[in-house]
């Protein structure tokens, strides 16, 4: 059976980093675009970053770029980490990692069929 579960999350200050890492297994991820989203208490979830199948190709949405990198290792379980710096009290959630195996909108989270059960990000400020 297919499944993704997310690790790495926690409390942190203002300023400070965090890596996710997301397992996948059960399937062939290898071929899967992946993705991480969020979402915070009373908002909707967002798009955060996604990686192409071959690591070739990253996207982050605009307000991580240069703070956020996304990363990934093929192999017989796939791992995709989100290593997260300067984190903001605004980045606050929780967050979740997704795989797509088909087409579409790789920021619009309706296009992956795959979760994980997310992983709880709190930046003190």
């Known amino acids: 059976q297919a499944h993704l579960v997310e690790s790495g999350g926690g409390l942190v200050q203002t300023g400070g980093s965090l890596r996710l890492s997301c397992v996948a297994s059960?399937?062939?991820?290898?071929?899967?675009?992946m993705g991480w989203f969020r979402q915070a208490p009373g908002k909707e979830r967002e798009y955060v970053a996604s990686?192409?199948?071959?690591?070739?190709?990253?996207?982050y949405a605009d307000f991580v770029k240069g703070r956020f990198t996304i990363s990934r290792e093929n192999a017989e379980n796939v791992i995709v980490y989100l290593q997260m710096n300067s984190l903001k009290p605004e980045d606050t959630a929780v967050y979740y990692c997704?795989?797509?195996?088909?087409?579409?909108?790789?920021?619009?989270?309706?296009?992956?069929?795959?979760w994980g059960p997310g992983t709880q990000v709190t930046v003190s400020s």
């Open positions: 997704a795989a797509r195996g088909g087409y579409g909108d790789y920021e619009n989270w309706e296009s992956y069929e795959v």
């Open positions: 059960g399937a062939t991820f290898s071929t899967y675009h």
């Open positions: 990686i192409s199948w071959s690591g070739r190709n990253a996207y």
